[in-house]
């Protein structure tokens, strides 16, 4: 088993930044991919980003590239979600993802093997 708990969410104005954090424990989770998603009130869950397990892959969502940015530290099982120039649709409840296969944001979501609990992010006009 893996258990993901993110971290950093908050409320900021627009054009400001925040740092998600996804703290694994469990299995070796330096070995899978990690992502995140987001969810609105009234939308379905999105894709945002994803690196795989070394770090050497990424994947973005259009309507995040050049502004978000993932990375990891496997030495402290952390993956990691900088986020700037945010924007009020940005709001949303961000959620962490780990699969043993690197994921994008064609994958199916139920396909993912492990979730964390959400952190909520608002960003405010």
């Known amino acids: 088993q893996v258990q993901l708990v993110e971290s950093g969410g908050g409320l900021v104005q627009a054009g400001g930044s925040l740092r998600l954090s996804c703290a694994a424990s469990?299995?070796?989770?330096?070995?899978?991919?990690v992502g995140w998603f987001r969810q609105s009130p009234g939308k379905e869950r999105e894709f945002v980003a994803a690196?795989?397990?070394?770090?050497?892959?990424?994947f973005y969502a259009d309507s995040v590239k050049g502004r978000f940015t993932i990375s990891r530290d496997n030495a402290k099982n952390t993956v990691y979600l900088q986020m700037n120039s945010l924007k009020p649709e940005d709001t949303a409840v961000y959620y962490c993802?780990?699969?043993?296969?690197?994921?994008?944001?064609?994958?199916?979501?139920?396909?993912?093997?492990?979730w964390g609990q959400g952190t909520q992010v608002t960003v405010s006009s």
């Open positions: 993802a780990a699969n043993p296969l690197l994921f994008t944001n064609t994958t199916p979501q139920v396909a993912l093997a492990y």
């Open positions: 469990g299995r070796t989770v330096s070995i899978y991919a």
């Open positions: 690196i795989n397990w070394s770090g050497s892959s990424t």
